[in-house]
């Protein structure tokens, strides 16, 4: 089992940034690829960017790629999603996930946080 608790959301004009927080317990944090999706209201929940486990390989989704960076501190058992230049369609809850190995994939695995709301203003 991973345990994953998500902080950092909130609400934000467009252009803003916001820095969300995923903390993990459980499983030797180090030995899992991690990823965030997002859920906005009436659409299916989607891949928004991946980190390999050193840290060292990211891919991202078109729609944020430039503006979003993920980060981890395998030592603090944390990942970070860096959002810049927001925009109001990036309003969602945003999801911290467990990927099923040990390489980059838009695919989730089976352990997720409660998630975090973010909302942006235009």
């Known amino acids: 089992q991973v345990q994953l608790v998500e902080s950092g959301g909130g609400l934000v004009q467009a252009g803003g940034s916001l820095r969300l927080s995923c903390a993990a317990s459980?499983?030797?944090?180090?030995?899992?690829?991690m990823g965030w999706f997002r859920q906005a209201p009436g659409k299916e929940r989607e891949f928004v960017a991946a980190v390999s486990l050193s840290g060292r390989t990211t891919y991202y989704a078109d729609s944020v790629k430039g503006r979003f960076t993920i980060s981890r501190v395998n030592a603090k058992n944390t990942v970070y999603l860096q959002m810049n230049s927001l925009k109001p369609e990036d309003t969602a809850v945003y999801y911290c996930?467990?990927?099923?190995?040990?390489?980059?994939?838009?695919?989730?695995?089976?352990?997720w946080g409660q998630g975090t709301q973010v909302t942006v203003s235009s």
């Open positions: 459980g499983r030797t944090f180090s030995n899992y690829a």
């Open positions: 996930n467990a990927l099923p190995g040990v390489v980059v994939t838009t695919t989730p695995g089976d352990y």
